[in-house]
């Protein structure tokens, strides 16, 4: 936990000290004119950013349910340059995919509901070219278990609940974006899905780093590092992403990300906000839809509990002497699949020979209530 929180604060350090200091100027403002020649110095922000809400949705992703739901964003106080602000979503998390996990093993089934919510503060640079931001909340989220990936039935199913704080430092020009996070989770961060596995939500810490090809268009690459789940998770992974601005308050999205323990896992997503500056005068509007002026009142991204499960060390199966019926030895339950099982089948004179023969494959599934866990897979 020491190290995953100095590599948080060593993440977000240096993403901070990168944003403040960055000399980058904007392609648009330097081909175009200055922010002020595009109006944007012109703009009241108590008119460009007033309160929206709407829908999202998203396809699983690595640790990340099929869920949808509604969100709304506040500011709670717009200063000259500046807005304090909730931003808050409810989602239904839905079922995996029929034989793809989104947890790695153990399918999660529908229908819960998540909740995050956060604070924030954004500010923008003296000449409006730059968009700065800081926020942080909590986040829940309700899981209901299936059956493993494989089709095999898993028993002793139970749901699980998660909780995290977050926080996160974003930075927005007319060319360039950062983001970076931290999702910490915290109560009981690992708890029993089945008889076979464990699930745990993981501590991520990551930086996005995007760039407008349009300004509807925008393309990110991003590093993370996750942790937790009986160390079966730790590691580094990388992810892209392209979003979309279809129309005025809807974007649609695509996330690919690749770590040793999801492995190659694709994405999508898409979001509508009412409240968006479509009724707005064409002068008014060409300023109000530059990008840093549109991050002032965009929903906080990376807001997701994400799990992984992991076989439970203790989740084993009892072989059994086919003489007496004695313990000769337990077994990991997914590090013996294929075990072959024997049993007597001789006798003389009333006594066992001890000559065994193979009776078929056996698979160990704790929870199964016969033969000490092991199932026959023929």
Known sequence: MQRSLRLSLSLTGAAALALASTPIQPLAAQEDGSAADLGVMEINLKDAVKFNWGFQGALQGAGTPNQAGIGGFLPIAVGENSVFFADVLL????????????????EVAGTTISTSSRLGYRWLNSDRSWMYGI????????MNTG?????????NKESAFFQQIAAGLEAVSDTWNFNAYALIPVGDTEQRLNSRYLGGALDTYGLDVGYFITPDLNASVGYYYQSGDLGE?????????????????????INVSYDEAFETRVSGNIEYRFGSNSSAAETKKNA??????????????NRNIRVHDATDPKAKCKLLSPFDGKLIGSFMGSERTGLTIFKTSLTAGGAKTGFWEKTGEWHCNPGYDKNGGWENAQ
């Open 91 to 106: 989602n239904a998390n839905f079922a995996d995919y029929d034989g793809t996990s989104s947890i790695v093993n153990t």
């Open 288 to 301: 109000w839809q530059k990008p840093t002026i549109q991050a002032l009142s965009e929903s906080v991204k």
């Open 147 to 155: 059956n493993a990936d494989s089709g095999v039935t898993l028993y």
């Open 233 to 253: 998770a730790d590691g580094s992974g990388v992810q892209v992403g392209l979003d979309y601005l279809i129309a005025d308050g809807l974007t649609a999205g």
């Open 135 to 142: 926020n942080g909340g909590y986040d829940s989220r309700p």
